[in-house]
């Protein structure tokens, strides 16, 4: 799991410290944050759709996801699990992650895992139903982004391919507990924020200021660096998806990738400006592949 959060899957969306292994001090061997208790929580519904020659076909209910934002003192954490019920998702798409940033001070541990991405056609994802495997894939990520330096144990997990997103704790205790992957050590300097979660935050925040024209952040994200871009941002009187209305909202367009100057991954949040929401994704949407869309949409 590299830039993506699902990132995203990932991900995708906004902003503490893990208990360190014995043999690498600082990269989580459990799941950080999980002991401070939940001050905001939202839930928001899958819909993908899928391009048929010309045209996209989709359905509205094809997964689900949830944010939870913890928090005590000092400490804070961001944990986000998204994925596809093979149920409903067209293609029996099962695809989900997990990722959990948690934050003290100038430092946080991280830890992720994402379903491998290997159908770049919708075909590959119908032979993939016919000579389905025992076991899939997972890119997966322990990392620790401290003040001089991040390290991370970053690899490659087998799990049993009917484990949804609903399993997600099964398959991160098989993370936390594989000790065989070597730790990578990635130099942290200047400005680099210490997580994608907290970048991705900083600059939902300094779009609602007039103020502040913040529009690019280097992030540490495992044994890289990388950059979120904040490639526009529009307000919006109102917004409506599926016979809800928002109301003061922003269109943000993200591009994250490795430092440097080539182009990168990106989605698009549609987030509160003002009140109870302000800062919190109403819309996620991501194109992973030029035959797949997902969004997520909160629910009110």
């Known amino acids: 799991m590299r830039s993506r959060f699902l990132a995203a899957v990932t991900l995708i ?9 014995t043999s690498a001090p600082g990269v989580p061997a459990h799941v950080p944050g999980r002991t401070l208790p939940v001050v905001r929580q939202h839930t928001y519904r899958m819909a993908g759709k899928i391009r048929v020659l010309l045209l996209w076909v989709g359905r509205d209910d094809v ?3 949830v944010i939870k934002w913890r928090g005590d003192g000092n400490e ?3 944990e986000i699990l998204i994925g596809s019920d093979p149920n409903r998702a067209p293609s029996q798409l099962n695809k989900w992650g997990y990722l959990v940033e948690a934050m003290r001070g100038g430092e946080s541990s991280v830890v992720g895992l994402i379903s491998q991405e290997n159908d770049d056609r919708l ?6 139903l016919k000579t389905r495997k025992e076991q899939r894939a997972f890119d997966t990520i322990r990392g620790y982004a401290a003040t001089a330096e991040g390290m991370a144990r970053v690899g490659t997990l087998y799990a049993p391919n009917h484990l949804t997103y609903h399993d997600a704790d099964t398959v991160l205790d098989s993370v936390l507990a594989d000790a ?6 990635v130099a942290r300097r200047g400005n680099v924020r210490p997580g994608f979660l907290t970048s991705l935050t900083e600059l939902i925040t300094s779009s609602l200021d007039k103020n502040n024209d913040n529009r690019r952040l280097e992030y540490i994200h495992g044994d890289r660096l990388f950059e979120l871009r904040l490639v526009d941002a529009t307000p919006l009187a109102r917004f409506d998806r599926d016979g809800h209305t928002w109301h003061n909202v922003i269109r943000g367009r993200f ?8 182009s990168g991954t ?4 549609v987030y509160g400006a003002s009140g109870a929401l302000t800062g919190i994704p109403i819309l996620i949407s991501y194109q992973p592949k030029w035959w797949l869309q997902v969004d997520l949409v909160l629910n009110s």
């Open 13 to 21: 969306v906004v902003g503490v410290v893990g208990i360190g292994s």
């Open 63 to 65: 997964g689900s996801g």
């Open 76 to 78: 804070k954490a961001i």
């Open 123 to 128: 075909s590959d994802v119908k032979a993939d």
């Open 180 to 185: 065989s992957l070597a730790v990578k050590r």
């Open 255 to 262: 591009e994250t990738g490795e430092a440097g100057p080539r």
């Open 266 to 269: 990106r989605f698009e949040l």
